[in-house]
C-alpha cells in the first residue's frame, strides 16, 4: 500500500523559511514525478513545485525564486525549501506522486503570519 506522509508544516513570520518534507512507502519512488500543490482557506488547490523522476523541475510563478523543489531518491524524500515566505503562502501543503496512478498525501499546514 502507497503511503504518503508529509511534514515540516508550521507556524512562520512573514520573510522566514520553512522546508517540507514528503516521504514514501509503498512505491518505487525513484520512477515517479512528484509534485507540491497547497490549498488555501476558500480556494483551490493549485500547483506548486514538481519535479521528475528525471529530475526537471517546474515552478509555480507566485513561488519561483523563492521556492526550491529537490528529491532523495536514497531516501525516498522530496523537500520543499520556502524562503522569503509570504502571508499568501499560508495554506496546506500536499504532496502528490505519480507515474501510473496518483497517489496524495494527507497535507500539512503552513501558516505566515506576524
Known amino acids: 500500500q502507497v503511503h504518503l506522509v508529509e511534514s515540516g508544516g508550521g507556524l512562520v513570520q512573514p520573510g522566514g523559511s520553512l522546508r517540507l518534507s514528503c516521504t514514501a512507502s509503498?512505491?518505487?519512488?525513484?520512477?515517479?514525478?512528484v509534485a507540491w500543490y497547497r490549498q488555501a482557506p476558500g480556494k483551490e488547490r493549485e500547483l506548486v513545485a514538481s519535479?521528475?523522476?528525471?529530475?526537471?523541475?517546474n515552478y509555480a510563478d507566485s513561488v519561483k525564486g523563492r521556492f526550491t523543489i529537490s528529491r532523495d531518491n536514497s531516501k525516498n524524500l522530496v523537500y520543499l525549501q520556502m524562503n522569503s515566505l509570504k502571508p499568501e503562502d499560508t495554506a496546506v501543503y500536499y504532496c502528490?506522486?505519480?507515474?501510473?496512478?496518483?497517489?496524495w498525501g494527507q497535507g500539512t499546514l503552513v501558516t505566515v503570519s506576524s
Open positions: 502528490k506522486m505519480w507515474r501510473y496512478f496518483e497517489y
Open positions: 509503498g512505491i518505487a519512488f525513484s520512477i515517479n514525478n
Open positions: 519535479i521528475t523522476s528525471g529530475g526537471s523541475t
